[in-house]
């Protein structure tokens, strides 16, 4: 009878799980580090809600020579046939 030593000539099927330790330890340190930075209140500036007086009275009325964007006309080449 002889002694079954040392590992099998076919492939290996273990999985290595070292780097997979390594890098949850990793992330566990940056969301430690992270947590108690996150917890500081940031000055937010939040718009104020119109007044009604605001929301009764329509926009002003604009021209399309004052407006910065400008719209190219439809070429007949353009426009899919159906």
Same mark, same amino acid.
């Given at each position: 009878?002889?002694?079954?030593?040392?590992?099998?000539?076919?492939?290996?099927?273990?999985?290595?799980?070292?780097?997979?330790?390594?890098?949850?330890?990793?992330?566990?340190?940056?969301?430690?580090?992270?947590?108690?930075?996150?917890?500081?209140?940031?000055?937010?500036?939040?718009?104020?809600?119109?007044?009604?007086?605001?929301?009764?009275?329509?926009? =002003?009325?604009? !021209?399309? #020579? @004052?407006?910065? +964007?400008?719209?190219? =006309?439809?070429? !007949?080449? #353009? @426009?899919?046939? +159906?």
């Amino acid at each position: 009878m002889g002694m079954d030593v040392g590992a099998k000539k076919g492939p290996r099927s273990d999985i290595n799980i070292t780097p997979l330790v390594d890098i949850v330890l990793v992330l566990l340190i940056i969301f430690m580090v992270l947590t108690p930075l996150m917890e500081k209140e940031l000055a937010v500036r939040v718009p104020e809600e119109p007044t009604p007086e605001e929301l009764a009275t329509p926009p =002003p009325p604009t !021209s399309r #020579s @004052t407006s910065s +964007r400008w719209m190219r =006309p439809a070429s !007949s080449t #353009s @426009t899919p046939r +159906r």
